[in-house]
């Protein structure tokens, strides 16, 4: 059994940071991708960014140059680092990644955290 644990969110005040956690504990191998994803009310699931187990990063435009993927091989954590925070980042955040157990790659999804940023 695999479960992704998210930590990190809360309000902060348009401009400030946050750092969210995604923890993999369980029976498997190794991550193989980590993605970002959010949803504000009202609106679609989106992907804000991904990193591979080689650390390549990819970013949607609306926060390209704001936020970081970044990833422990050692802690089994996936980071999103968000940086000159808008009121129009408030969402949910999950994070999903692809796992690698005896049975094969897999996909879990994380519990979800608020992110709240006031003007």
């Known amino acids: 059994q695999v479960q992704l644990v998210e930590s990190g969110g809360g309000l902060v005040q348009a401009g400030g940071s946050l750092r969210l956690s995604c923890t993999a504990s369980?029976?498997?191998?190794?991550?193989?991708?980590g993605d970002w994803y959010r949803q504000a009310p009202g609106k679609q699931r989106e992907l804000v960014g991904t990193?591979?187990?080689?650390?390549?990063?990819n970013y949607a435009d609306s926060v390209k140059g704001r936020f970081t993927i970044s990833f422990d091989n050692l802690k089994n954590t996936v980071y999103l680092q968000m940086d000159s925070l808008k009121p129009e980042d408030t969402a949910v955040y999950y994070c999903?990644?692809?796992?690698?157990?005896?049975?094969?790659?897999?996909?879990?999804w994380g519990q979800g955290t608020q992110v709240t940023v006031s003007s």
């Open positions: 999903n990644c692809q796992i690698n157990r005896v049975t094969g790659l897999r996909g879990y």
């Open positions: 369980g029976s498997f191998f190794s991550i193989n991708t």
């Open positions: 990193i591979t187990s080689g650390g390549t990063t």
